[in-house]
C-alpha cells in the first residue's frame, strides 16, 4: 500500500476498504483511518471493495499489484447513494491500494 487514508469512525461503520480472497471471497480484513492493511501473495486472485458514504472526504488509498488479469467493475451511472468500487484480479499477484475515486 503505497498511501491509505479513508474516513476514521469505530468499527468502519461509514468508509472501508475490504479485500476478499478468491476463490470463495474469504475477507481478509475491512480497513479505515490510515493504518495500511497489510500486504498479501494471493495465488487464487482477490477483490477490493471500497465502500464510502459521501460526507467525509479524505485522499483515499494507492496500491499496487501485480497480476496475470485484471477485471474492474465500476459502479452504475448514475452512481448508487453509496457509491463501491470493485476490482477483481486472477492469478498471482502482490497486493500492496487509487487517490479518491470516480464521482467523489
Not at 46 to 58: E, I, Q, R, S, W
Not at 71 to 77: K, Q
Request: aromatic share 10%.
Amino acid at each position: 500500500w503505497n498511501s491509505f487514508d479513508i474516513e476514521d469512525f469505530e468499527g468502519c461503520a461509514y468508509d472501508w476498504v475490504e479485500l476478499l480472497a478468491s476463490p470463495g471471497e474469504q475477507s481478509l480484513g475491512k480497513w479505515c483511518g490510515t493504518t495500511k492493511p497489510p500486504s498479501y501473495n494471493l495465488a487464487g486472485g482477490f477483490t477490493v471493495k471500497l465502500h464510502a458514504d459521501g460526507y467525509v472526504h479524505k485522499s483515499g488509498f494507492m496500491m499496487e499489484f501485480q497480476c496475470d488479469e485484471l477485471v474492474a467493475t465500476l459502479p452504475p451511472t448514475p452512481a448508487p447513494a453509496s457509491p463501491s468500487l470493485t476490482l477483481e484480479a486472477n492469478a498471482g499477484m502482490t497486493v500492496s491500494a487509487v487517490p479518491g475515486m470516480p464521482g467523489r
